[in-house]
């Protein structure tokens, strides 16, 4: 790893990029809407949003918001498997790759555009609209739904004894598998994220899916249907996709007034598909760029690791299943992750891979402005051709400047294990470095 003395020059810019931001973020003013998660410091640690509101209806009432972010990265990274082979070109020749050197230097600036828009007392939709992504540069719909906690906009008072405890969800939009998508980056959307970079076996992906909820003090249960695309047709295929079924129970109370705890499980499941997009459905690119990454598909998927159960001339099953415990007292935090997922390309063996996370951070300072923490991260199976292991280690803090402007400083270091590596890009492979973040959000 090159000298922090080396990269300090760059991490004084970045910080003062995000003073220089304080200002615009500060000029923002207050649009409370119902039963919605504000996308500031003021809605960490809410996870599915929430269902009791203060907030009165009075007519219809747009909110535009939106993220950007901006990274200095001082990583570098190295493997014993260079060159390896990736391949063969269109005469059957070998084709043989090097990880690139990278340099200190800046990524590419990411932007979100956000639309929520209060259509009738208990009815919001949502709409996200990445601007700029590492893997697409270019404005695309990331995705959009619309949720009911009230009846009303079809007759005062419609089933209000049943709405008081349910609540319904569809649209082309992010399953809620997991809690771990409640505390990643989404594009430009850091601040809910204490770390720089998403976990390594990141379930995420975007279907048109409905979900349907239910609360009782406490308690959720969700049960939810998708079709199981990520890009959608209706053009029939030799195999044919079926519908993926998943669910969630959660327990989630404020013990006293220093306490809290959450505790959710959830499960997936795929019956039938050649795609399969649970761990590979993040079209706008791993955070740290270029990292361990050859330029296939511009950084979609490395460091992050997908099982890649589904192939397009076979159809593939997969189940997933996720605990998460969280815990605050006072102003610690513990956030646990236990994931197995096992599954198959039909007609092989089937093969299971554990993911093992924890998270421990402290808060203080006025209003918890500043945090500092640690996250270990591990994710074992077995590929192909052998068993692999991959472990991360992050350790850093943060500081919210204000509600909607904060900076992220951690060091990382992750390594890649076992013999299904072995003539790969990944053997023996590592990296470690510096990543300074700076995000803005409204």
Do not use: C
Not at 177 to 205: E, K, Q
Not at 295 to 300: A, I, L, M, P, T
Not at 306 to 314: L, M, N, S
Request: glycine residues 10%.
């Amino acid at each position: 790893m090159k000298t922090l003395h080396n990269i300090s020059k760059y991490i004084s810019l970045a910080i003062l990029m995000v003073f220089g931001a304080v200002g615009i973020a500060s000029a923002q003013f207050d649009r409370d809407m119902q039963y919605y998660t504000n996308p500031d410091q003021t809605g960490l640690n809410q996870f599915e949003a929430p269902f009791d509101t203060d907030v009165e209806f009075d007519g219809l009432n747009v909110r535009i918001g939106g993220a950007n972010t901006l990274q200095f990265q001082g990583i570098s990274q190295e493997n014993t498997g260079d060159p390896y082979f990736a391949g063969t070109d269109d005469n059957g020749n070998p084709i043989f790759k090097t990880l690139p050197e990278l340099e200190n230097n800046f990524n590419l600036a990411t932007s979100n555009l956000d639309l929520d828009v209060a259509l009738a007392s208990g009815l919001r939709m949502h709409l996200r609209t990445y601007l700029t992504s590492q893997h697409h540069t270019e404005a695309y719909v990331k995705s959009g739904y619309m949720q009911v906690d009230r009846l009303d906009f079809i007759s005062e008072g419609l089933l209000s004894g049943l709405m008081d405890k349910l609540r319904i969800k569809i649209g082309h939009m992010e399953l809620n598998y997991g809690d771990n998508h409640f505390r990643r980056t989404d594009n430009a959307f850091a601040i809910h994220n204490p770390f720089v970079g998403n976990y390594i076996m990141d379930s995420f992906t975007t279907e048109v899916a409905g979900e349907m909820y239910y609360y009782n003090n406490g308690m959720m249960a969700m049960l939810g249907v998708s079709n199981g695309k990520l890009n959608q047709s209706v053009i029939a295929k030799d195999i044919k996709t079926h519908a993926t079924v998943y669910g969630k129970l959660a327990y989630d109370k404020k013990m006293n007034e220093d306490t809290r705890f959450r505790l959710s499980a959830s499960i997936l499941n795929v019956s039938n598909s050649s795609s399969i997009y649970l761990y590979s459905g993040d079209r706008a690119g791993s955070r740290y760029y270029s990292v361990m990454d050859d330029g296939f598909r511009s950084g979609r998927f490395a460091p992050s690791f997908t099982p890649g159960f589904g192939q397009p001339a076979a159809a593939g099953e997969m189940t997933a299943f996720m605990l998460n415990p969280f815990v605050k007292f006072q102003g610690f935090e513990f956030y646990g992750v236990f994931e197995n997922t096992s599954g198959n390309v039909k007609g092989n063996d089937s093969r299971t891979f554990n993911q093992y996370g924890a998270e421990a951070l402290y808060r203080f300072g006025a209003n918890e402005n500043f945090y500092l923490g640690a996250r270990y991260n591990l994710v074992d199976g077995e590929m192909t051709n052998g068993d692999i292991e991959i472990d991360r280690f992050n350790i850093g803090g943060g500081w919210f400047l204000t509600k909607n402007v904060m900076a992220k400083l951690e060091y990382v270091t992750q390594s890649y294990n076992g013999d299904g590596y072995v003539g790969t890009k990944y053997e023996d492979g590592n990296f470690d470095g510096v990543m300074l973040e700076a995000v803005i959000s409204f």
